[in-house]
């Protein structure tokens, strides 16, 4: 019979554990540990050997409210739930601290895929490949890891759709094999291209900020959750994020270089006026006059555009000076992948695809550090709706080429049944 036991690792065991795991994520990180235990969260680092083999771990939480306490695992444990008994072990210890502490239920998010689908929402069935979905994603549903959970004493939450704080539908693209920018490129839709390309020509750079700098994060933020009618995080989260994550967290701005837009018109502007008189030139002695005509009147109007760009780049200077700061995103670093996190853009700048500058630098510093997966996170689940929500959302990500990770789910399991179940009652009763 196998013997396993539990006992407490350090921060820095866990860091390791997950970085080797195939389920480990940036929730499960001495890092997040350091964000949660900042917000008056008590956390924990367990590490569960079979002999002198480290063979599971996970960072449990416990959240002590005024009325009542609770356990819960963001992301994990970081456990082979195909190993039954293994898993019935891990779960035993967690329920049993979590009883100790006093909790009245333990609250998981398995970092675990229930099923892999295409870009477009469609189940990958066995002996089929979508564009994007790697060769090793498995077909079918992973039925026998949910059921694991429920015969240990979990209740399901469901296979919902929606946005949800961990997300149960993620996006992601598997950049195994890509070796450059050019690679990558090929890899994106058409409309993606022209927008990396449109960004790139109208003087977009992607920076990586400090903390001084998370207010105009902020601010950026804010714009985009009054269009979309979100509620915007406090600064002092960010700021957490921040100082918690240390370099793992990556802070970026895409500023809109007034100057060098102004500059490449001005350049356009120039070519124009070269070809205009290049052609009126070559007019006096054409043979087929009428075809010399015809180009010279597009040129013209290029050129008439050119000068209205022009205008339009100085008062974009007069308006904002040399660096407007015209989209923001966060993105957190594990050995396994770069994850997507928060973002926002204004406006005003949308037509220079600034959101869209910042997805391609960092997918392009995924190749230099040799990470193969980049994750988009959340995606709403709802893929043959036009008129969802969430389908700009979707399509910009499905814009870069990739495929769909549907995940089990949240588990909640009673530890303290009359205790959890008049916390639900009292939830029902107040609304929430």
């Known amino acids: 019979?196998?013997?396993?036991?539990?006992?407490?690792?350090?921060?820095?065991?866990?860091?390791?554990?997950?970085?080797?795991?195939?389920?480990?994520?940036?929730?499960?990180?001495?890092?997040?540990?350091?964000?949660?235990?900042?917000?008056?969260?008590?956390?924990?680092?367990?590490?569960?050997?079979?002999?002198?083999?480290?063979?599971?771990?996970?960072?449990?939480?416990?959240?002590?409210?005024?009325?009542?306490?609770?356990?819960?695992?963001?992301?994990?444990?970081?456990?082979?739930?195909?190993?039954?008994?293994?898993?019935?072990?891990?779960?035993?210890?967690?329920?049993?601290?979590?009883?100790?502490?006093?909790a009245a239920q333990l609250e998981i998010t398995p970092d675990n895929v229930y099923r892999y689908r295409a870009s477009d929402?469609?189940?990958?069935?066995?002996?089929?490949?979508?564009a994007g979905v790697p060769a090793w994603a498995r077909a079918g549903a992973d039925d026998a890891g949910v059921e694991e959970l429920k015969h240990i004493g979990f209740e399901h939450d469901g296979f919902v759709l929606g946005y949800q704080a961990v997300p149960r539908w993620r996006y992601v693209k598997d950049l195994t094999g890509i070796a450059d920018e050019k690679a990558l490129l090929a890899t994106y839709a058409k409309n993606t291209k022209r927008n990396v390309r449109i960004a790139q020509d109208n003087g977009v750079r992607v920076e990586r900020i400090g903390r001084e700098d998370l207010p105009t994060f902020h601010a950026i933020c804010q714009l985009s959750c009054e269009k979309q009618g979100f509620e915007n995080r406090p600064l002092s989260y960010f700021e957490s994020?921040?100082?918690?994550?240390?370099?793992?967290?990556?802070?970026?701005?895409?500023?809109?270089?007034?100057?060098?837009?102004?500059?490449?018109?001005?350049?356009?502007?120039?070519?124009?006026?070269?070809?205009?008189?290049?052609?009126?030139k070559s007019l006096e002695t054409a043979r087929t006059p009428e075809k010399v005509e015809r180009k010279l009147n597009d040129i013209r109007k290029k050129h008439e555009a050119s000068l209205k760009r022009i205008e339009t780049a100085r008062a974009y200077i007069e308006e904002g000076g040399d660096l407007i700061p015209a989209a923001a995103a966060l993105f957190v670093w594990h050995p396994r992948e770069c994850v997507y996190l928060f973002s926002g853009s204004d406006p005003k700048y949308a037509k220079f695809y600034a959101s869209t500058a910042i997805q391609h630098r960092m997918m392009l510093e995924c190749l230099e550090r040799g990470v193969e997966q980049y994750n988009f996170y959340g995606i709403d689940g709802v893929f043959d709706d036009p008129s969802d929500p969430g389908r700009g959302l979707l399509?910009?990500?499905?814009?870069?080429?990739?495929?769909?990770?549907?995940?089990?789910?949240?588990?909640t399991l009673p530890v303290k049944p009359l205790t959890y179940k008049a916390k639900q009652l009292a939830h029902k009763v107040l609304g929430r």
């Not at 994020?241 to 356009?268: M, P, R």
């Open 1 to 102: 019979m196998r013997s396993f036991t539990c006992i407490d690792i350090s921060p820095k065991e866990l860091d390791a554990f997950s970085a080797q795991s195939p389920w480990g994520n940036f929730q499960q990180s001495s890092g997040m540990g350091r964000v949660r235990e900042k917000n008056g969260i008590e956390v924990s680092c367990l590490g569960f050997y079979e002999g002198d083999t480290l063979v599971a771990a996970t960072q449990l939480e416990l959240h002590r409210g005024r009325l009542s306490t609770f356990a819960e695992v963001h992301n994990g444990p970081l456990v082979d739930l195909a190993d039954t008994e293994l898993a019935e072990f891990v779960f035993a210890e967690l329920k049993a601290r979590a009883k100790a502490a006093g």
């Open 121 to 130: 929402g469609s189940p990958v069935a066995a002996g089929e490949r979508a």
């Open 241 to 280: 994020l921040y100082d918690g994550l240390g370099d793992a967290a990556e802070f970026t701005i895409a500023y809109f270089d007034t100057q060098a837009h102004l500059k490449s018109w001005e350049d356009k502007r120039d070519a124009f006026q070269a070809d205009i008189e290049h052609l009126e």
């Open 395 to 411: 399509e910009f990500k499905q814009g870069f080429g990739g495929y769909v990770l549907e995940m089990m789910g949240s588990f």
